[in-house]
């Protein structure tokens, strides 16, 4: 039987050997990748399965029938293969239901939306069955976004007038979501020359309203009179404060201390979004020793935000979202729809390049391109890096749905021109720590950089099939000085290119 090598990094693979095997399908292995966002476990094997599923809901369990297969004694290993922290399976069962037919139970934690669908061969991979479990109760991005910048604020008030905002994060917060973003707010995109809908601003409403966040206590009383209203024109000035309606009569309040005057500084929320490329199934390219672009592209994007989470640019704090802070698979648009969830105002997809000959060398820097690819070697790196859903696996039947409603094609002139601007900041910093593949920034059609309304840059970071790059890669000083790069970089971007207004403040 032809065997692989496991994949690393969070995977649990149980391998069959010919004595196991009984008629049937032959299993090649199955893999289970634990994360907060999902759960995958997925079967491989050399022809295909058919799979019926059950959701049983007290206790909640998912019940799965697999056709083609008889009952395997390496498949009851499955059960000490689940990992204990793993946040949506606690346990898994097998058994023969029928002849040629094998019930596979997954015991849940927590009530979860499945989706069972299968994959055909590419390469590394043979047939796969998969079992994707997402949470029917997602955590929300912007949510813990929220909580991250509430706790700043709550840590501020308690420290007294005069003292600095707090912009750190929680020890351990990731900010990384649930792979399917809720529906609403609408992720469609703004008219041109209107301010961004302030979704922060108004979830900070919503859940610790004005006087949390001003650190004062709202009064009922005060709550249900009409407040003085400021409109923000499309030319960006500020009216002067007015009042919507006339106020109520209302019993009378303990007079409140007048508001400070408002400095010039905003205090608006920067929030990045870093995107390691590939994770799970899809290790990406891998380099002469084994080494697998998904596991360096994430602890270089973990040193990266260690040095932007609590950075301030001209006054405004900034926050830092991960599409994925651990091992597992986020197709690509998804991963678009995670960075407009939070209303990022950069996105940067951490890569690690790789050719077929292990020459070339350097790093280098693209863009989104409406009009075809700046070089051939663009064309072809755009091509190699939008295959990963196919590596990575994913449902085809939800993938049409969400490419329907979010419009990722309908990217402008605007956000193209701002990720060259980008581009070139976090080009010209690179080549002080590194060698450079390019000179300037390369455009292609990258499906990753095709949100609308965020410019959005793809850093290849090495030539991970260069043997001596791919050293450096696994090397932690050469990740510290890349991280440091790429902070200066974006530093560079906002000191020139100030984010766009919202709405309202935060």
Known sequence: MKRRHLLGGGLLALWLGPAQLARGASLLAVRVWPARDYTRLTIESDSPLVARQLVLPDPPRLAVDIEG?????????????????????????????????????????????PQVFSLKPVEPYQHRLVLDLYPTRAVDPLEELIQQRLQGLEATIAAGPGAKAVTSAP?????????????SPSLASPPPGAAKPDLLGELIQQQAGSGKAGGQKTDSRIEARAEPRTDIRADGKVTAPSVASEPRK??????????EPRSDKTDRLIVIALDPGHGGEDPGAIGPAGTQEKDVVLQIALKLRDRLQGLEIKGNPVRVFLTRDADFFVPLQVRVEKARRVQADLFVSLHADAFYTPDPQGASVYALSDRGASSAAARWMANQENKSDRVGGINVKVQDVHVQRALFDMSTTAQINDSLKLGGALLGEIGRVGRLHKPRVEQASFAVLKAPDIPSILVETAFISNPQEEARLLDSGFQDRLAQALQRGITRYFAANPPLARSRQL
């Open 250 to 259: 209302t019993a009378a309040v303990p007079a409140r201390a007048e508001p």
């Open 69 to 113: 297969l008889d009952l395997l004694p390496g498949l009851r290993e499955l059960v000490s293969k689940v990992q204990p922290h793993d946040p949506n399976i606690s346990g898994v069962r097998v058994g023969q239901n029928a002849p040629n037919v094998v019930r596979l139970v997954v015991d849940l934690k927590q009530p979860v939306a």
């Open 171 to 183: 020890a351990g917060a990731s900010a990384a979501s649930a792979s399917s973003p809720p529906s």
